[in-house]
């Protein structure tokens, strides 16, 4: 069964740390996403990654960066924490294939993350 | 751009009783339609999904048919159960294989 993992549930940190959120799928999945999630818009769009190494900007990539060193794994900085990142943030991951508008996105359980 | 408006909630409904929550798209082109369910302190699970005009994605009593004169993706189900209480999130993947998704609708569902 498809399994995407987010390595905290809840952190709490502080303005201006440097934060990383992991996030690992073990199905294989070549394509990676990082959204966040706020009440009344839905889930936005961070950053994405196709495959290892590569990454795009989504529609709100400011104050954050993104790694993929390897194909399982996919990971969200924060680079200097402000309080206005305060959010729900999913990782999901989706086979990459011709057929990409069949495919899916596999979500993992979320982390929320606060900011003091 | 491509982009998704769905029915404000929250939605209160009892059990048994009929739901519809109502999704509109923006999009060039065909794209493919979803719906995924958040339960609460889940993340989200995909749904039902349609990839053509007129399909129709159905699973575990929800239905959704792609109306491309419409425009729409309705999410509908006959008879909703306590256990049916979650937000549901329509979605779309646009041309680039990005997704855009709805706000989100809240969903409770009352013994």
């Known amino acids: 069964d498809v399994k995407v993992t987010q390595s905290s549930r809840y952190l709490v940190k502080r303005t201006g740390e440097k934060v990383f959120l992991e996030c690992v799928q073990d199905m294989d999945h070549e394509n990676m996403f990082w959204y966040r999630q706020d009440p009344g818009l839905g889930l936005r769009l961070i950053y994405f990654?196709?495959?290892?190494?590569?990454?795009e900007k989504g529609d709100i990539p400011e104050g954050y960066s993104v790694s993929r060193e390897k194909k399982e794994r996919f990971s969200l900085i924060l680079e200097s924490a402000s309080t206005n990142q305060t959010s729900m943030y999913l990782c999901?991951?989706?086979?990459?294939?011709?057929?990409?508008?069949?495919?899916?996105?596999?979500f993992g359980d979320g982390t929320r993350l606060s900011i003091l | 751009g491509d982009s998704v408006t769905q029915m404000e909630g929250p939605v209160t409904l009892s059990e048994e009783a009929f739901l519809t929550i109502n999704c509109t798209y923006t999009?060039?082109?065909?794209?493919?339609l979803f719906w995924y369910v958040q339960y609460p302190g889940e993340g989200l699970q995909l749904l039902l999904k349609a990839t053509k005009a007129d399909d129709k994605g159905s699973n575990k009593g929800f239905e959704a048919t792609y109306r491309k004169e419409t425009t729409s993706f309705h999410l509908e189900k006959g008879s909703v159960q306590v256990s049916d209480s979650a937000v549901y999130f329509c979605?779309?993947?646009?041309?680039?294989?990005?997704?855009?998704f709805g706000a989100g609708t809240r969903l409770t569902v009352k013994p």
């Open positions: 999901a991951s989706r086979l990459g294939s011709g057929g990409f508008g069949n495919q899916p996105q596999h």
């Open positions: 990654s196709y495959d290892v190494k590569m990454k």
């Open positions: 979605a779309l993947r646009t041309g680039n294989n990005d997704m855009r």
């Open positions: 999009a060039t082109g065909y794209p493919s």
